[in-house]
């Protein structure tokens, strides 16, 4: 029996790793199926974040540093992504590759500066207080901020469900990931989307990164990580789909968890071989979003 | 997009005028030159990484060399010491070819340094061949002084299997720990690591609960194996982390509320340098086997870390104190060989006996690496930060264990 | 560009690249020894970029399974070039055989993720299969090539041999480029569904580029165990696979000889500048990059001579 409370507790965790995803990847899902641009700078934005919640929250933040924190990535992250999409305007019409491998030049850049500015250390924090300590789950102690997560997620993932089914903002990002150019023929500015949802994707990365720092701290290094598995997500979802970025997201942290415990020998492959199959057998992601 | 042309003539300005004038010459002569330059003085090349995840290790190794030089007037062994800083980087690719400019463009006549295993063997070769002499002042891998042993590799660091070795006779001789969980990452240095304790540990008469070996480097969550090791009903963890592995585990260990019921132990690099100020309170408890700590009660040591923390306003490390002896154990062979080359040095460094002005305690070379004591240390708060405190020592082994 | 210049500037170039070790020091030598070697991975992974637009993220892959053939093979059999090198390149072309039938059927960014995919399952192979790949620790003391039974040590023959191989790498590549097989591969590259209607099999077209970009990318692996005589898994991985990435764009996407620029300015730039910088390289290659990508979107080879007005 305590082989299945561990693993039970292996499912939770995946579940709390996989809400955490869900919120860093979807501004990457997003941003590809409206504009197909592929941003590898996300993990980069991440990074910021986490950096940005050591430095304002320190090492044992209260509850004011740590909202401080959020407040100040998702503001940073709302500049950076604006920026990137200010970036990305002139190479509109070149090849996506050509701008994808723009954000990647950018993301060298700002993991380069954010190495210059703080070091090589290895940087931790601690969860805000009344979050720090454990639960009593199926016989296991298990860190109460991780709990948390879950409910951030969800109530991430109700809200964001209301915004994309019920309000006008909601409608007018579904239609630019079905049909761009209708879009734009029925007069929404194509480059004021892009920056609004540019910007916010990136917000939720650098916000990921706050949320994150409990668990991964932030370090050099943490940006290419996070990059990887935000794509392996995004691709097994499918790309524009919010459904298909949660669904992802869920999976990847069942097998970053449950399987890592269950196949244990196999554990380094587990991620790609899992990406390598859906692809595979879905060459689009399990809910491809565009009709294209 | 279209409007500016770059021509070829601009572009050639910019990079022709940097273009290395060293880079001038000819690689047709025989061999390699060089008698390292004047009499009486000594060109050596310091290997360490100056960018990526080892960096602060790499910090720690030069802040000793240049303290080292400090106090003895830029000489070493009665020579004038020129150093080349070379950039090993994070992976061997960047690491062989620092050592070959250190070789091939710089002439240097000695080498120091080198944090990374796999750089190390892959650097035997080259070392070998261009008969210089090699001090190799962290790379732990067993087999660079076992299997892929050259005359021209010293090492005054330590091996994998000898750290783990020394707190697995701990363990086995305190006894009521049967039943240990063994985790370490699932590379060379994790698995030497886990063997040496595992063989230790056993042979005193201990158990083994259980073994795992998380994925290096793309392990950031440690739930999985934490479950099971409270599953496996084991009464202790020995494990074998560094770096960034180290801080992400040993926080988790305590999140997970393990650190209460499930006391952990591990080789030394667990809690030491960087590490230890980011894990704070959670690595409070932990007992780890190491070579050194700044906390060793010795005159040598008292001298050294004082010195060093007025130089450098910060505590040595063991990566500061393997440098400092190298600088150390070249000096006594430059006195003693009165000549720069690798053969020389290598036989006289075979002659030294016991060297009994080192920080760390006496310790002597045995098959060209450190038969040393092993300190048992625990993690104490001490005024505002950490330390490792020494609780218990061990009689001096060799890369045997 | 004049016709006779066209002919001109590659001769020159390539005089100047046969001749490098009678004017550079033995260190520059080895740097350019380096250089070739990446830049004929480069150009490989530009045959599948630029000409057949399919961007790949895990080309590295077939670089080091190469690469840790050559090394097995010269430390476990034989030594003797060239065939070290053959094995090289067979075991990329099989590698590459094996992994493209799955990968040749995406498509742009899926494409993308799927290369980066196997590539990190090859580099994981190479990480845990310890008996033959040597870990985390690699394949060390490759024993050093041998030329009719002299070892090839010397930095100036070194570099000799490793550009004879260059140059047969790179020829395929161009007479690849050049056949009525290269021009099918520009236009699936500029419009598949086109080609497909005026009935070229397209998917074996692109499965075929697949692979003879995998076994010149397995030969120059081959040359990478000669040259320096480790191999590692950070040879395989999705860093490497991203330099090289690199070096083709600035080098110019279409362009074979633009890419091995691409690859000696990305090798310059990490082992000599970066020293230099504190160990910033990085920085300077992300500028680079993202200089080319807005001012020169042809790469280095778009940039054209001024014309007199």
């Known amino acids: 029996m305590a082989w299945l409370d561990a693993n ?67 503001g940073i992250g709302l500049l950076v992504g604006g920026g990137m999409s200010l970036l990305t305007e002139p190479l509109r019409d070149r090849s996506h590759l050509d701008q994808a491998l723009l954000t990647l030049g950018i993301a060298l850049i700002v993991a380069e500066l954010l190495s210059m500015a703080f070091g090589n250390d290895v940087q931790a924090a601690d969860a805000p207080p009344g979050l720090d300590g454990t639960v009593s789950l199926f016989g296991n102690a298990y860190p109460t901020y991780r709990l948390a997560l879950i ?50 994707g990136s917000a939720l990365a650098a916000a990921a990164g706050v949320l994150g720092v409990p668990i991964y701290g932030a370090r050099p290094g943490l940006d290419s990580t996070v990059l990887i598995l935000a794509l392996v997500v995004v691709v097994i979802g499918g790309l524009g789909s919010v459904r298909g970025a949660l669904v992802g997201a869920l999976v990847i942290g069942q097998i970053e968890s449950l399987g890592r415990a269950v196949l244990a020998d196999a554990a380094s492959f587990l991620l790609f071989g899992a990406l390598a199959l859906v692809l595979v057998l879905r060459p689009r992601g399990l809910f491809a979003g565009a009709v294209r | 997009m279209s409007g500016m042309v770059i021509t070829r003539r601009r572009l050639l300005g910019m990079f022709g005028a940097t273009a290395a004038l ?57 020579f004038t010491v020129t150093t080349v800083v070379g950039d090993e980087g994070e992976t061997p690719q960047t690491g062989v070819a620092a050592v070959q400019r250190l070789l091939q463009s710089d002439d240097c006549d000695v080498l120091v340094g080198i944090v990374s295993s796999a750089t190390a063997l892959g650097v035997r070769d080259l070392v070998t061949e261009s008969k210089k002499l090699l001090l190799i002042a962290n790379a732990g891998a067993n087999d660079i002084t076992g299997t892929a042993i050259s005359p021209y590799l010293w090492r005054t660091s330590f091996t994998n299997g000898q750290v783990a070795a020394a707190m697995g006779r701990h363990l086995a001789e305190q006894g009521g720990t049967d039943g240990v969980f063994v985790i370490a990452p699932d590379y060379a240095a994790g698995a030497e690591a886990s063997a040496g304790f595992q063989d230790a540990f056993t042979s005193g008469g201990g158990t083994i609960a259980g073994a795992v070996k998380p ?37 988790q260990y305590r999140q997970f509320g393990l650190a209460d019921s499930v006391p952990l132990y591990g080789s030394g690099f667990l809690t030491e340098g960087g590490v230890l100020s980011a894990q704070g309170a959670a690595a409070v408890g932990i007992q780890t086997s190491l070579h050194y700590t700044s906390e060793l009660d010795n005159e040598h040591n008292k001298e050294f870390v004082a010195a060093y923390q007025k130089a450098h306003d910060a505590v040595p490390t063991v990566y500061s104190v393997q440098t400092w002896d190298a600088a150390g154990v070249l000096d006594r062979a430059l006195r003693s060989a009165k000549a720069t080359d690798g053969d020389a040095l290598s036989t006289a460094l075979g002659k030294l006996g016991p060297i009994d002005d080192s920080p760390r305690g006496e310790w002597s070379f045995d098959g060209q690496t450190p038969k040393q004591k092993f300190y048992i240390r625990e993690v104490e708060q001490k005024g505002d930060g950490f330390v490792n405190s020494v609780i218990a020592e061990t009689d001096a082994v060799g890369q045997d264990g | 560009m004049s016709r006779a210049a066209k002919v001109v500037v590659p001769a020159v170039a390539w005089l100047a690249l046969a001749g490098a070790p009678v004017f550079l020091a033995p260190y520059a030598t080895t740097t350019l020894a380096r250089m070739l070697v990446f830049g004929l991975l480069a150009a490989s992974l530009a045959l599948l970029v630029g000409v057949t637009g399919l961007p790949s993220l895990g080309h590295a892959a077939y670089f080091g399974a190469g690469a840790y053939a050559a090394g097995w093979f010269a430390q476990h059999v034989s030594a003797a070039a060239p065939y070290p090198l053959l094995v090289a ?31 990190e399952i090859v580099r994981q192979v190479a990480e845990t299969w310890e008996p033959v790949t040597g870990g985390s620790n690699g394949l060390y003391g490759i024993p ?70 995998g076994t010149v990318a397995g030969l120059a692996g081959g040359l990478l165990a000669t040259q320096q005589r480790l191999v590692t898994p950070a040879d395989l991985g999705f860093t490497t696979a991203a330099l090289a990435l690199l070096a083709v764009i600035i080098g110019g996407a279409r362009s074979l000889w633009g890419a091995c620029v691409g690859a000696g300015l990305v090798i310059l730039v990490r082992d000599s500048l970066g020293p230099t910088l504190d160990g910033h390289g990085p920085l300077v290659l992300g500028v680079l990059f993202v200089l080319v990508v807005y001012l020169m979107p042809r790469g280095v080879a778009g940039i054209r001579p001024r014309r007199a007005s």
């Not at chain 2, 560094?242 to 585990?249: L, M, N, R, S, T």
Request: glycine fraction near 14%; aromatic fraction near 12%; hydrophobic fraction near 55%.
């Open chain 3, 89 to 119: 390149a067979v075991t990329g072309g099989v590698v590459a055989a094996a992994t493209g039938w799955v990968a040749v059927r995406a498509r742009g960014v899926f494409f993308l993720v799927l290369t980066l995919a196997i590539g």
């Open chain 1, 151 to 200: 409910g951030v997620g969800a109530v991430f993932a109700v809200g964001l469900w209301l915004l994309m089914s019920r309000t006008m903002i909601g409608s007018v990002i579904r239609a630019t990931v079905a049909d761009r150019d209708m879009v734009s023929a029925i007069g929404i500015a194509q480059h004021r989307v892009k920056l609004a949802v540019f910007g916010a």
């Open chain 2, 215 to 251: 994925p290096f480097g793309t392990t950031q969550d440690y739930q999985p194996f934490l479950s099971q090791i409270r599953s496996s009903g084991a009464k202790a963890t020995f494990c074998f982390f560094a770096g960034a592995e180290a801080v992400a585990f040993v926080k």
């Open chain 1, 8 to 74: 039970l507790v292996s499912v939770l965790n995946g579940v709390a790793i996989g809400c955490l995803l869900f919120i860093l990847a979807i501004g990457l899902s997003l941003v590809f199926g409206m504009m197909d641009v592929l941003n590898l700078a996300h993990g980069a934005v991440f990074l910021v974040g986490a950096y940005a919640g050591w430095v304002v929250g320190g090492t044992d933040p209260s509850w004011g540093t740590f909202l401080l924190a959020l407040a100040v990535a998702l």
């Open chain 2, 22 to 78: 060293s880079a001038c010459g000819s690689s047709l002569g025989g061999g390699s030159s060089s008698d390292g330059g004047e009499q009486g003085a000594v060109k050596v090349g310091l290997v360490i990484p100056q960018a990526g995840v080892y960096a602060p290790l790499g910090v720690d190794m030069k802040r000793a060399w240049d303290l080292w030089l400090d106090r003895h007037g830029g000489k070493v062994g009665g």
């Open chain 3, 144 to 213: 050093a090539t041998t030329l009719a039974g002299e070892p090839v040590v010397h930095p100036a023959l070194l570099y000799w041999f490793v550009f004879a191989v260059f140059a047969v790498g790179f020829a395929v590549l161009w007479l690849v480029v050049r056949s009525p097989y290269g021009t099918a591969l520009h236009g699936i590259h500029d419009n598949e569904p086109r080609m497909r209607a005026l009935g070229y099999p397209t998917g074996l077209y692109k499965y075929g580029v697949f692979v003879i970009a």
